[in-house]
């Protein structure tokens, strides 16, 4: 049997402790809510809730114990939670997670990173008082067993578990892929050698994604495609006397219901391209952008049909890229 004030082993039939001295409850005594009776001993063993909590948590619960801050939850963020058995918590944070990533990438990346530091400051504490809840149940559900049997419930429910934990890392990363497959292309197309297209004096980067097919002569044809995500843009060079202000200003394929606006100016990577914006009144917004050079006419023409963000991220970098070999003469 256990002494039920500092716990620790004394001979069977004993009235005292030989350790800390105190008096041992007899079996006809009053049992209070945290004891339970060892059918065995004859005697009250009081099976107190810190030596359920550390048969639950296992050897590290002198470390979890002795300080706030939790470099394992600083290190591995949700993950360790699902690895120490808080799935509920795992569960909720992985939801509002996935949720945010949806909405703003960047801005769930920032709000998660300063979670991440404020979780761990509170971690230890938060883990202990949820195995606490826990082990209360089990004595509830168990309080016909023997103080030793009742520690083996508790040691064999709790500890970790790595299959969930691993689980979770593939799923999430394949979840975060998947939302943000667009934008870690971009990142990691930049980062390789990115195709240069080279029409007559014109070199542009064609963003990723974007297919080319070819509809005239000195005419082609970029469409990118994807869930929420539909644009496209059109290449022409011609032969021409004229302005770029007065071609965009008789460009025919518009009507007088779209909404223009005024042609302006925009000078892109050292040259001053004629530029306007239509809306078309729900059925696209469309960038128009024209130059001369070398006594050639440069239309580009970007079209968005359905956009959630890539689309006009894409838009910015093509744009961008413009560039030509030599100067406008």
Known sequence: MYCPKCNKEVNTGKLFCNVCGSRLVEKDAEIQDNETIDIN???????????????????SYDNIRAVNFSIWYFLFGVYYAIYRKMYLFS???????????????????????????VISLIFNNMYLLSVEKKVQKIRKRNSGLNRADLLNVCKYAGGVNYLPSLLAIIGISIVNYNVNKDMIDELLHRTTNTPVEDYKELVFTNPNGFSKKSIGNDKYDYNYETKGESCNY?????????TAYNYLNRKTTYSEQDKKTPISKQNINGNEWDYMEIDTLGTA???????????????????????????DRKKDELIGSLKFKKLNN
């Open 91 to 117: 569960a909720i944070y992985l939801a509002f997670n996935i949720l945010l990533l949806y909405v703003n990438f960047k801005f769930c990346i920032i709000l998660f990173g300063i979670l991440n530091i």
């Open 285 to 311: 917004y469309i960038y128009e952008y024209a130059i001369i050079n070398n006594h050639s006419l440069y239309n580009i023409t970007y079209r968005i049909y359905e956009d959630s963000g890539t689309c």
């Open 41 to 59: 001993s004859g005697f009250t063993q009081v099976i107190d809730v810190p030596s359920m909590v550390k048969s639950y948590v296992g050897d």
């Open 234 to 242: 059109t290449i022409e060079i011609t032969s021409t006397s004229n």
